[in-house]
């Protein structure tokens, strides 16, 4: 009996460029998710005057890598918009993370090439 070859062993022990670039997609819409659910949902339980997403797990969660989701959520649910270190924290965050992606697609040149 011929065992499929998905089942082999050195297909399951591979790890390649592709794969690692798919965890990293699911992280980052894990994490993303993530944050915008917390922005609705603290902004839910400052409506019910209830118990509160500490402002450092937010800004954690944009730190992780949920800082799209957390500049999108202040803008629909209008929410930590007059909080202004909040706001400079937030945006420090976001102006790091897209040097940091510029500068690691500046070293890969072959990346936009065709």
């Known amino acids: 009996m011929k065992i499929p070859r998905i089942f082999s062993l050195g297909t399951v022990a591979r790890f390649d ?4 670039m798919w965890i990293a997609v699911i992280y980052l819409w894990a ?3 993530l944050t915008l659910l917390a922005f609705g949902w603290d902004k839910m339980q400052a409506r019910r005057r209830k118990r509160r997403v500490p402002e450092r797990r937010l800004l954690w969660l944009a730190a992780l890598g949920g800082s799209p989701s957390a ?3 202040r803008w629909i649910f209008g ?3 007059c909080k202004t270190r909040f706001t400079v924290w937030l ?6 993370q897209g040097t940091a992606c510029y500068v690691t697609l500046d070293q890969m040149p072959g990346l936009w090439a065709q």
Do not use: E, P, Q, R
Not at 17 to 20: F, V
Not at 91 to 96: P, R, S, Y
């Open 17 to 20: 460029y592709a794969s690692g």
């Open 31 to 33: 994490v993303n998710g």
């Open 71 to 73: 500049v999108l959520g």
């Open 79 to 81: 929410h930590k918009t």
């Open 91 to 96: 945006f420090a965050i976001v102006l790091v």
